[in-house]
């Protein structure tokens, strides 16, 4: 039964990875594969981290407490993202919409005021430009190439990373195993970014990544739920 905390909790923690995916597919911005791979290993690592953490503060609570706690904290933790979901909503544009935004003549204004966005974001708190990139996945193309490479990549993989800590918390502190836990996030991480970003542009994408954070939070609540009673 440990393989079904360890699968959905992996699962919630890349649902979000569907909106970014299908943001970039609509805007026909590339994550090559070695961008992908980067980060699938940050937020695998920020998993295992963040679950070993959980694990090692649940040995200074006896089991039952420590139980209690850990799936509050993953119950809470879907929380959270259902409420983000409703009070800020990810925004995935249609792709009429961006191919018209991209072929308007006032395009490259647009372009030099999402640079200009994107200078000043990098000027505010680390904290500020993770939301940033959360909310409005395509400002982490920070050189307008429409591609994500290198350092971009790495911003990216921490916003995600910085995203899940607390549902990977709760699940090192009620015992979900790490090592599965952490394999499913990297496989998951890789497949759900390469096939939104591929068919970021077709309706099922893009009402999946319009939802995938209220579903994400449903499934937390739920695997909480479930350790709360195992």
């Not at 542009?201 to 990544?209: P, T």
């Amino acid at each position: 039964m440990n393989l079904f905390s360890a699968f959905f909790l992996a699962l919630s923690s890349n649902l979000d990875n569907i909106g970014i995916g299908a943001s970039y597919g609509i805007r026909r911005i590339d994550l090559p594969f070695w961008s992908n791979l980067i980060v699938a290993i940050v937020t695998t690592i920020g998993t295992i981290i963040s679950m070993c953490i959980g694990n090692v503060a649940a040995n200074y609570i006896s089991s039952h407490p420590a139980k209690i706690i850990g799936s509050s904290i993953i119950a809470g933790a879907g929380v959270w993202v259902i409420l983000q979901s409703w009070i800020a909503p990810n925004k995935v544009e249609s792709a009429p919409q961006v191919l018209k935004e991209m072929s308007s003549p006032f395009a490259p204004l647009k372009n030099e005021m999402l640079r200009a966005k994107t200078i000043l974001a990098l000027q505010i708190k680390s904290l500020g430009i993770i939301i940033q990139i959360l909310k409005e996945p395509w400002v982490a193309d920070m050189d307008l190439s429409r591609k994500i490479e290198g350092k971009e990549a790495f911003l990216l993989a921490f916003a995600l990373m910085i995203n899940n800590l607390a549902s990977g918390f709760g699940g090192g502190m009620v015992g979900i195993n790490i090592p599965l836990t952490a394999g499913m996030t990297f496989v998951l991480s890789l497949f759900t970014l390469a096939i939104s970003v591929k068919f970021g542009h077709q309706y099922l994408s893009r009402w999946l990544g319009k939802y995938a954070s209220l579903v994400a939070g449903i499934i937390l609540i739920a695997v909480g739920i479930y350790e709360f009673f195992v």
